[in-house]
């Protein structure tokens, strides 16, 4: 049997794993169940399981019966804090927790793949360990957890794949380089002098100074970060205040940088607090700033998502992969791509009523799972086979894709 047929006909089963889990979601760092469900699979399936790794995470092993490297396949766990609004069989039964961002698909592929992989174990070579990760979502998250306790030993490659809904199925979204962000969240505190509405002269209006925070934070990026590079100053959250007639004596805003550079990184962080500490001057109010490091940038490494379109050929056609631009979302993949070359790419998953990620009617288009458990499957039989004569740091993705 082909791997398109032995695909097909586990698709009804990567559809149920997948509702299984979208049923059942657990949050960042409490991914138990959903831990101890993978692992009974994995072991059942005969590969060697540890758990208990970064947290709920886990890997299972499979041994090829030919010499070759080491390869990890990778899928997030990890549910979102939100209400499941979506009228469907399947939708979480978990009050203020659902699957919003298609981690339930990763895992069901990840399991498919383990699951037709561990079939065609005569033909692999070298190892590939099944590695489902907890809480990408929370920062410091669970990649760089797993990383400490040993998951990345030996490991040759790594690659991830994330079901996108702003593709539509049958396309597989690849790049070269910076792909994701770096994401930092920042608290700025202002410490004004509260007062009566009626007397403004007599307070220092912590509002009134945040606001002009707020709109000097803007400059940074328009007239003080070079615009042939790119970063993102954004302001979430804003609290401040008790009544209509009174002046507040304190302000809070909460928000987050971006960046694909880590000097522009650092640079918007200083930047932010020279402009918090200059404009509490000005009023005569006092500050304090905290950072909350998020992930850092996810740069792909050009010979693998070179092996990762050769994979991507052999499943859909040519105009189907589409050479992605750089995107301001952040994920911890990146940590696994410091250390060990690998690739991340998007697989298109929207449904027919399309909302966007991390939406309390969050769904995908399930037949992308099969397009995603080929990418995984295909990648590890071609494990230990070279790719074409290509040098890829010499040679644009256009050119691969041609």
């Known amino acids: 049997m082909s791997v398109k047929e032995s695909i097909n006909q586990l698709f009804p089963q990567l559809v149920e794993w997948r509702r299984h889990f979208h049923q059942n979601p657990e949050l960042s760092f409490q991914e138990k169940e959903t831990s101890e469900y993978i692992a009974s699979f994995l072991e059942n399936l005969g590969l060697h399981v540890q758990t208990n790794l970064g947290g709920y995470g886990l890997i299972g092993i499979l041994e090829g019966k030919k010499t070759g490297p080491t390869i990890a396949l990778r899928a997030d ?20 927790v659902m699957h919003a961002c298609g981690h339930d698909g990763h895992m069901a592929v990840l399991m498919g793949a383990a699951s037709i992989l561990k079939q065609f174990q005569e033909q692999i070579r070298g190892k ?7 809480a990408e979502e929370c920062p410091p998250g ?3 957890k797993m990383i400490e306790d040993g998951v990345l030993e030996n490991v040759d490659r790594i690659y991830g794949i994330h079901l996108w809904t702003p593709f539509p199925y049958g396309k597989i979204g690849v790049c070269s380089g910076q792909m994701l962000a770096s994401a930092d969240q920042f608290e700025i505190e202002v410490f004004g002098k509260g007062g009566h509405g009626g007397l403004p002269h007599e307070a220092i209006d912590s509002i009134v100074v945040a606001s002009h925070v707020v709109v000097q934070l803007q400059s940074i990026i328009s007239r003080q970060i070079d615009p042939l590079q790119s970063g993102v ?27 694909f550079d880590v000097n522009i990184r650092e640079e918007l962080l200083e930047k932010i607090e020279t402009v918090v500490k200059s404009v509490c001057q000005i009023f005569g109010a006092s500050y304090q700033f905290h950072v909350q490091r998020g992930y850092p940038p996810l740069i792909n490494h050009p010979k693998e998502v070179e092996r990762l379109v050769q994979v991507a050929k052999q499943i859909v056609d040519d105009q189907d992969i589409v050479e992605m631009k750089p995107l301001m979302g952040a994920e911890d993949f990146a940590y696994y791509l410091q250390k060990v070359p690998g690739a991340f790419c998007m697989v298109g998953a929207s449904p027919d009523d399309r909302v966007p990620h991390h939406h309390p009617r969050f769904d995908i288009d399930e037949r992308a799972m099969k397009i995603a458990v080929e990418l995984f499957v295909q990648l590890g039989l071609q494990n230990g086979r070279p790719t074409e004569a290509v040098d890829a740091e010499n040679v644009s993705l256009s050119d691969w894709l041609s």
């Open 128 to 134: 590939i360990i099944f590695l489902f990760q907890p």
């Open 142 to 144: 669970g990649a760089i």
């Open 77 to 96: 766990m990890d549910a979102l804090p939100i209400q499941d609004e979506k009228d469907c069989s399947y939708r979480s039964q978990v009050p203020g």
């Open 233 to 259: 100053i954004s302001i979430g959250k804003i609290e401040g205040g008790e009544n209509f007639n009174a002046i507040a004596d304190r302000c809070r805003l909460i928000g987050t940088t971006r960046s």
